[in-house]
């Protein structure tokens, strides 16, 4: 897109600053300055923003308890020809951030939705966290109550990817303790705390030492945390389910036969398969 606004009127998704004011990206503030409106999570915390780089624009509030009606606002003032931006208080919108409803209402009305990318706290994690490359699974935030998180980390304990999850100062303690129990001590976890903040920290661990760590320094259960879990290791061989189904199909089935259906069954490689049912069935 060449020029800054669309010719034609726009909800431009705006990510902000998660802490350092110099984070946010020259097309931001240029999109800022130009929108008729800017749609925020918390006006006063964006008036701070906008005070900074001094821009001087409308706002109104668009949280999660207005979405609806912030969402048919938006889309009379698009209506009426006007561009409209939408912020959160901290990195991108609608992501672990209220904006999700808005930005679907307005794609309904047939309005463009254009995004303006910039600071996101999960890939500011992922980047950092020194942990193996491959694939990650953001949860953004588990549930409240201890148990219907730990049902939640039973659903994500054996996902083959690093798990990264948001967590707020009063249950980071406690949602540490439902890793350990369900994902287990051996696996790691990165605390990323107050990312790009004055008291920015972060740290690696394997989950069986993590509570030590937040109780040596009563400062660590502070600020707003990503925390980010590496993958489980793969398991040896043939894991106990495909083995059984295995064991079964043998009971019926010619070995070749057997081997060819428990891989489709389980989608392992039929080689590892056909291995494991001459050992089982005691040929060489």
Partial sequence: MSSILSSTPSLYVVATPLGNLSDITLRALEVLRRVDLVAAEDTRHTQRLLDAHGIRVPTMAAHEHNEQGA????????????????????????????????????????????????????????????????????????????????????SLRDVPARLVFYEAPHRVLETVDDFLAILGADRELVVCRELTKLFEQICRMPLGEARAWFEADANRVRGEFVLVVSAPTPPEGIPADAERILALLLDELPLKTAASLAAGITGLGRKPLYQRALELRGDD
């Fill in 71 to 154: 969402a048919a606002r938006i889309c009379e003032r698009l209506a009426e020809g006007q561009h409209v931006a939408l912020v959160s208080d901290a990195g991108t919108p609608a992501v672990s951030d209220p904006g999700g409803r808005i930005v679907g209402a307005v794609q309904a009305a047939g309005h463009p939705v254009v995004p303006v990318p910039g600071p996101s706290a999960v890939i500011a994690a992922a980047s950092v966290c020194g942990l193996p490359d491959g694939p990650f699974l953001f949860q953004g935030f588990l549930p409240p109550k201890s148990a219907a998180r730990r049902t939640a980390l039973e």
